[in-house]
């Protein structure tokens, strides 16, 4: 059974920085899409409503398709520690949100954005002005 599990969320002035992590139990980092998500306040009515951020293919490659924040945030994954980071910097109220971290058991060509088969409970992210 997978796992998926987030850290590092918290509350932090608009303009600083965050870096999120996921730790995956059960699953083998490189055999498919592994990407991040949020849910936004707004969207909170819809449990199905989270936006796309990036995606990480089995090669490293990035992918920002329709992504809510394109190029903004950087997925990058240790594959000796087995965790899947995802970078935010100079984040602005409009970000805070509920992250998500998400894998799929193919690659994100097939399952990104919406195909991913294991998704974690989510960390909160709250920024203040």
């Known amino acids: 059974q997978v796992q998926l599990v987030e850290t590092g969320g918290g509350s932090v002035q608009a303009g600083g920085n965050l870096t999120l992590s996921c730790v995956a139990f059960g699953y083998i980092y490189n055999s498919g899409c592994m990407a991040w998500f949020r849910q936004t306040p707004k969207q909170a009515r819809n449990p199905q409503a989270r936006e796309p951020l990036v995606a990480i293919d089995t090669d490293d490659t990035p992918v920002y398709r329709k992504s809510a924040v394109p190029g903004r945030f950087l997925i990058t994954r240790d594959k000796v520690k087995n965790i899947l980071h995802l970078q935010m910097p100079e984040l602005n109220t409009e970000d805070t949100a509920t992250y998500y971290c998400?894998?799929?058991?193919?690659?994100?060509?097939?399952?990104?954005?919406?195909?991913?088969?294991?998704w974690g409970e989510g960390t909160l992210v709250t920024v203040s002005s």
């Open positions: 998400a894998a799929a058991q193919v690659d994100c060509n097939m399952a990104y954005p919406y195909g991913m088969d294991y």
